[in-house]
């Protein structure tokens, strides 16, 4: 097993692909800056209502660290996998139109289950989760995401006061569908004071985990084996879990009340896909 522990100092700001926006990269398997990658963990500024790049063959997992809140509303005057097949040099076609079903599938679902959808001609707005399991899309998908206080003040709701700033910070993994499957949970500890929440990770073999300290009070102790890491706020821990490892290989971190940890997990697409994290 291998471990990378990553600082805030370490972490590099880069421009969305559709030159819209910012990003800081946290972590990701790329050999260099800017450079191609497998996956991809990441935390976005958004201040406006901005369309999501369209990235062929990735499958995306966001949620919402701080702010308000953050809609996505899909985009029905985009052909979404057609109009990406017209522009990208794709290598398989049909695991992508397939993809892109099962995706908006999982999409319409979502949007029923919660129940917030908008009289918006394009489309049916969603809340993007801010605890629990992430909200997946595919990468071949058009959407637009919007502060959720930005659109209050755009409807007459009340909202900000007059000179505040309306924005979300959310945070991304990003996978080549080809190579993993992708998750993302996050963990917003609020019990009692004085009470600690003790997670157990399961690892499966070649498997990728990226332990991200989104708010800490102190810090996020995590333990693996015999090593102890302290993950300071705004600090990730990566995990990578070799092929020789041991079956029962995990991590185990704790954390105080007010404390919020993304867990993200890329597990090798030919190894299938199981819930990796369950409290001890």
């Known amino acids: 097993m291998t471990t990378q522990f990553i600082t805030a100092a370490q972490q590099i700001q880069m421009a ?48 919402c660290l701080h702010g308000e809140g953050l809609r996505m509303m899909r985009r029905r005057d985009v052909h979404d996998w ?38 918006d001609a394009n489309g049916s707005f969603v809340e993007v989760p801010r605890e629990g399991e992430a909200f997946r899309f595919a990468g071949e998908e058009a ?47 609020t019990h009692n004071i004085g009470e600690d929440d003790q997670q157990k ?20 102790v995590a333990h693996i084996g015999e090593r102890l890491f302290h993950v300071e706020q ?8 070799q092929a020789d490892d041991a079956q029962d290989a995990s991590v185990n971190f704790l954390t105080k009340v007010g404390d919020v940890v993304v867990i993200a997990t890329c597990v090798p697409r030919e190894a299938g896909f199981v819930s990796t994290l369950r409290g001890l």
């Open 143 to 189: 959407w637009i995401g919007e502060p959720v206080t930005l659109r209050n003040t755009k409807s007459g709701v009340q909202g900000a006061d007059a000179g505040d700033e309306i924005s979300v910070h959310d945070i991304n993994l990003m996978v080549r569908r080809d190579r993993w499957h992708a998750r993302m949970r996050v963990v917003r500890h």
């Open 234 to 241: 705004g600090c990730a821990l990566v995990v990578r879990c």
């Open 16 to 63: 969305w692909k559709n030159g819209r926006g910012s990003t800081i990269e946290i972590a990701s398997d790329a050999d260099e800056v800017d450079g191609t990658w497998s996956w991809r963990f990441s935390m976005a500024h958004i201040t406006n209502r901005e369309p999501f790049s369209l990235l062929a063959g990735v499958d995306r997992c966001i949620a």
């Open 201 to 220: 990770i399961l690892l499966a073999q070649g498997e990728c985990v990226i332990l991200f300290a989104a708010t800490t009070l102190s810090c996020v």
């Open 82 to 119: 057609r109009d990406v097949h017209d522009s990208h040099d794709l290598h398989d076609w049909r695991d992508l139109h397939d993809s892109a079903q099962h995706h908006d599938a999982l999409n319409r679902v979502r949007v029923k289950a919660i129940g917030d959808a908008s009289n």
